[in-house]
């Protein structure tokens, strides 16, 4: 179940407001590596994805993975850019959408807070995890044989 509008809001408030403290940079990279379709708001998942792109750092085409330029001037002046021209994000976004970027979510925001919203990201719906694990048990008894045998 992807995250809801309240904690959507707190996880961008915490990218936005926090780049500077070292403690948190990991933490927000791990964030920005994360899929959108962990966000189910669908403003904030434009915002989201602003932020990723807008942070990602130049490289060259290599086959390096993803990183981001967090702290400093170059953050601070994509969130001010989604801040003050909230139309660069998304045609259907306004101002009032993205006036809480760069305030602190507040002190309940802790690691242990941040482990709960990487659980809640990739949660799956109660009815859709027995139909996952039938279907991975059924077929990895039969790929073993197959593996086995041709050894």
């Known amino acids: ?6 904690l959507g809001k707190k996880m961008l408030q915490l990218i936005t407001s926090r780049y500077d403290d070292r ?3 990991k933490q927000i990279e791990k964030i920005l590596s994360l899929p959108q379709s962990g966000v189910a708001d669908p403003i904030q998942q434009q915002i989201f994805m602003y932020l990723k792109h807008g942070l990602k750092a130049y490289k060259s085409r290599r086959a390096d993975p993803d990183s981001w330029i967090i702290g400093g001037y170059a ?3 994509v969130i001010n850019r989604a801040k003050f021209q909230p139309k660069l994000v998304g045609s259907s976004i306004t101002k009032d959408d ?3 970027l ?3 979510p507040g002190d309940d925001v802790t690691q242990a807070w941040w482990e709960e919203m990487l659980v809640q990201w990739f949660d799956v719906p109660e009815e859709e995890r027995p139909a996952e694990e039938e279907s991975g048990e059924a ?12 050894a």
């Not at 179940?1 to 309240?6: C, W």
């Not at 077929?139 to 045998?149: A, E, L, Y």
């Open 1 to 6: 179940m992807p995250l809801d509008a309240e």
């Open 23 to 25: 403690h948190w940079r």
């Open 75 to 77: 953050t601070k002046e």
């Open 98 to 100: 993205v006036a809480f």
């Open 102 to 104: 760069g305030t602190d």
């Open 139 to 150: 077929s990895d008894p039969d790929s073993s044989p197959t593996i086995k045998s041709k």
